[in-house]
């Protein structure tokens, strides 16, 4: 078979001229087309768009930072604010609490609904900051009436083997960095309460560490809870230094996660309620647990209990010791 070049040697002068003038044709006008469309695009553009049709929506209200109220149903709420004015030491009002957190929320889509959705607004319910979206899910949740509180991640005695995250506070880390992880979890919740310690039986010991974190969340007027069972733990001597509103867990409600052991421990907690006046839970969000919270709840009134969210339980019950004061505002130290 002939090869090109030989085919292409083979046709008369004229063909040749002829095609070399249409390949000449064609570029002019492909530059040319290109020339146009650069020069009229942005009038096109703008024409397609003006005959897109276009609806206009009037929107009456906009939630950006939520704010947590108060919204137990009885009668015991204060004026806003956490922290008592060291002037104005709280007085205990006699009447007894208890307050539930339910942890981990954010994690599993149809857990956090639930507990959302089904659950007493008193029901304080506790967000993890790594879940997909968690800023989207806390406002949910103060839409529905509920306090609310993030997970602090905090570094453990035995890391790595049990890590808390990237956004842990550590106390290999200086001060500034361990507040730039806190302030970025603070936005993640805006409107929450306050937060509680998740992991942290390293961090939780380092005072110089925790007086710094302490001293931010009070600026925010963030409530610290601290989870059961940490050892030598220098939360609560720190937080009635600085000022911080600090409330200590009694009890996790489904440790064992049977009908049998969660209702015992609801007992257990009632009891401390009686002897302290107050008392706190941590539940995780399991179907049975939530099933039996809510029962529960239900009947807690006429056994002369109140459930109550963490900042009703902090206004009416004393929590310095009587000779410790939170310090002015003024004294404070910088993060």
Known sequence: MKGWAEIWSSFPAAHKKRCYQGLAGYGILTLATAAWVSMHAHD?????????????????????????????????????????????????????????????????????????????????????????????????AISAHHETLMLLPMETASYPQDDP???????????????????????????????????????????KRLSSAFTTLRKNDSIFVETPGIDKSAAPGIASKIGLPFMEANLQIDASATDKDIRAQLDALEQAAR??????????????????????????????????????????????EEDTQPPPESQLKQP
Do not use: C
Request: aromatic fraction near 8%.
């Open 275 to 320: 002897k302290h006046g107050y008392a706190i839970g941590i539940a995780q969000p399991y179907p049975l647990t939530l099933n039996i919270i809510k029962s529960w709840a239900a009947a807690l009134g006429g056994r002369g209990i109140i459930l109550a969210p963490l900042r009703t339980v902090w206004k009416n019950k004393p929590h310095y």
């Open 165 to 207: 995250g990237p956004k842990a506070l550590s106390s290999h880390f200086s001060d500034q960095d361990n507040n730039d992880n806190l302030n970025w979890l603070l936005t993640q919740g805006a409107g929450s309460a306050g937060v509680i310690n998740m992991m942290g039986t390293r961090f939780l010991t380092d005072q």
């Open 44 to 140: 096109t553009l703008k024409r397609w768009q003006d005959s897109i049709p276009s609806a206009t929506i009037s929107v009456k209200n906009v939630y950006l930072t939520p704010q947590i109220t108060d919204v137990s149903k009885d009668t015991t709420a204060q004026s806003p604010g956490l922290a008592p004015e060291p002037s104005q030491p709280v007085v205990d009002d006699g009447k007894t609490y208890i307050s539930i957190i339910v942890s981990d929320l954010g994690l599993s889509s149809l857990a956090t609904e639930r507990a959302v959705d089904d659950l007493p607004p008193q029901v304080t319910l506790a967000f993890s900051p790594y879940a997909d979206n968690v800023h989207t899910w806390v406002s949910k």
